[in-house]
């Protein structure tokens, strides 16, 4: 699976757009970009995934570039509870060729500030 | 719809006991996936069932073993416990016959003393 790298630590104010980047240059045709977030103490959470067009669910916006070489995720109203490390992964579908297992990097701290 | 359930929450054990986690995936999951989270290694995959088979193993001593119910319901053992096997055991269930997200429980904290 393609490597990741994302920034270690971001603040973003409460009530504003938090918006994540993630690089991913080696990412093959077929590997998606899976985001999850764990707050602290709790099991991941899964966020968002896409393979090439932008997704938006109730939670956040994932805008994939068209080289898919990178991506970022938005939360657009980040709230305290957003307060969380984000992990920017990138697997292959099961679809395509069994499982993987999903690989977390460090992630990013968000600290939302009120 | 119940989530992952993950029991006990908290244990504490001593070197060279074993210890057994147990796992309930959502109801109709049939795959399981167990992760240990350190401060130092971070978030790392150690093996995954289906339909109780192991597919998928991550790089762990053989101490560290697991098995699938027919139920789906996963347990995870560590056998001659280390210091170092102090960690968040995370399990996590998914659908498995498409591409979709998987569902973390709440994780055991495992303290070896």
């Known amino acids: 699976d393609a490597k990741t790298t994302q920034p270690p630590s971001m603040d973003c104010a409460e009530g504003r757009a938090a918006n994540l980047p993630c690089n991913h240059s080696?990412?093959?045709?077929?590997?998606?970009v899976y985001w999850y977030r764990q707050i602290h103490s709790q099991g991941p959470q899964y966020i968002i995934h896409g393979l090439k067009n932008n997704e938006t669910n109730e939670m956040a916006s994932l805008i994939i570039t068209e080289d898919r070489k990178s991506s970022t995720l938005i939360l657009p109203h980040a709230t305290l509870r957003d307060t969380a490390v984000y992990y920017c992964?990138?697997?292959?579908?099961?679809?395509?060729?069994?499982?993987?297992?999903?690989?977390f990097g460090s992630g990013t701290r968000l600290q939302v500030q009120p | 719809k119940a989530g992952v359930t993950q029991t006990p929450r908290y244990l504490i054990k001593t070197r060279g006991q074993q210890v057994t986690l147990s796992c309930s995936p959502i109801s109709g999951h049939r795959s399981v996936s167990w992760y240990q989270q350190t401060p130092g290694q971070g978030l790392q995959f150690l093996f995954e069932?289906?339909?109780?088979?192991?597919?998928n193993k991550g790089n762990f001593p053989g101490r560290f073993s697991g098995r699938q119910f027919s139920n789906s319901r996963s347990e995870m053992n560590v056998s001659t416990l280390e210091l170092g096997d102090s960690a968040l055991y995370l399990c996590a269930s998914s659908f498995s016959v498409r591409d979709t997200e998987a569902f973390f429980g709440q994780g055991t904290r495992l303290t070896v003393v």
């Open positions: 069932y289906f339909s109780e088979t192991q597919r």
């Open positions: 992964i990138v697997r292959v579908s099961e679809r395509s060729r069994g499982r993987r297992a999903l690989t």
């Open positions: 080696t990412i093959s045709g077929n590997e998606y």
